[in-house]
């Protein structure tokens, strides 16, 4: 899928994830979660056509992904990262924001996603986009063991 406009203002860049990313997607990955996935699990969402994969980058090196799926007209947050030195800086918030509107370009009716519980600073990015709280999970994460916040987000009326 086209994902258009990318937005840059000459020093952040968000753009398709490509294979030359995996390795930096990787470390960002494994350095944000306690049961990473994997090289090949990153590398196989490149192949797939109904998948969304945006990287952010600054200044040329990446610096946090989101991956993402679509079934029907609905949309699902995979996975989602920045890495620990860029964090703070909007960068979630920016990903976030222009998947949001790649997907209501494209007739995207709902977004899904889900956070650990205990994920306050996610949670709260995700609310402040227009999240709505759907029900929570029960010790739906391990490594540890926690409960997880299903949340969803209305793009369009039916």
């Known amino acids: 899928m086209q994902v258009e406009p990318y937005k840059s203002d000459g020093i952040i860049e968000i753009r398709e994830m490509t294979f030359d990313d995996l390795e930096k997607v990787c470390v960002i990955e494994n350095g944000c979660f306690a049961s990473p996935w994997s090289e090949s699990m990153l590398g196989s ?3 797939i056509e109904n998948y969304t994969n945006l990287v952010i980058c600054e ?7 989101i991956i993402t799926d679509r079934i029907a007209n609905d949309s699902e947050v995979l996975d989602i990262a920045v890495a620990k030195d860029s964090q703070g800086r909007g960068f979630g918030r920016r990903l976030m924001s222009e ?3 790649a997907m209501r370009a494209n007739g995207i009716v709902h977004i899904y996603l889900e956070a650990r519980i205990s994920n306050e600073r996610a949670i709260g990015l995700y609310r ?11 010790n739906y994460y391990d490594d540890p063991k926690e409960d997880a916040l299903m949340m ?3 793009l369009t009326e039916n």
């Open 128 to 138: 402040s986009l227009g999240f709505k709280d759907d029900c929570v999970r029960k």
């Open 59 to 65: 200044n040329g090196i990446v610096s946090g992904f």
């Open 152 to 154: 969803s987000l209305l």
């Open 45 to 47: 969402v490149l192949l």
């Open 99 to 101: 998947y949001i509107e």
